[in-house]
Structure formats: structure tokens, C-alpha cells
């Protein structure tokens, strides 16, 4: 097959396609991550829940957010399933 029966058959189209669908979706996702590092801090509790390790010495500051992580990671999956259903 040469370029143009690419071209005219649509593997090549489909190819830009799916990836200024990519750009697409990923400039949604740096969007939605902009407002979240936004309001974050508009969120008292985020970063403060039970199971989140907090050391503070003089000369040291440890901080370990299990649970928050645990809570991010699963709201992320949950959000990820829905929306791998609704394609």
C-alpha cells in the first residue's frame, strides 16, 4: 500500500483522531487538576484526617498523608470506572 491509499482509507485520519482526542483529554484533566489545586486549600479537612501522619520536631517536619491518599486514590478509581463504563 502506498501513503495515499493510508490517507484515503482512513488509518491515517484515525491515527490523528485518537490523538488530538489525547490532547483533548489531557488538557481537560491539567483544567479540572488547576481548579483542584485552587480549592484545595478552601478544604479544611483535606490533609488533616485520621491516619495521616504528622511529626513535628524542631528541625524536622514529616508528613505522610495515608489516608487522604487512600481517599484520592479512591474517588480517582471510581471517577476512572464510570467513566470506562460510559465509553
Not at 490533609?47 to 514529616?62: A, H, T
Not at 471510581?78 to 467513566?83: H, P, S
Amino acid at each position: 500500500m502506498g501513503a495515499t491509499q493510508l490517507r484515503a482509507g482512513g488509518l491515517y485520519t484515525r491515527g490523528v483522531s485518537s490523538f488530538g482526542r489525547f490532547l483533548v483529554l489531557a488538557g481537560v484533566l491539567l483544567i479540572v487538576a488547576g481548579i483542584l489545586v485552587e480549592v484545595a486549600p478552601q478544604i479544611p479537612w483535606l490533609g488533616r484526617l485520621p491516619g495521616d501522619v504528622r511529626i513535628e520536631r524542631p528541625g524536622l517536619r514529616l508528613y505522610v498523608p495515608l489516608t487522604t491518599c487512600l481517599l484520592v486514590s479512591l474517588a480517582l478509581s471510581g471517577l476512572f470506572y464510570l467513566v470506562s463504563r460510559w465509553r
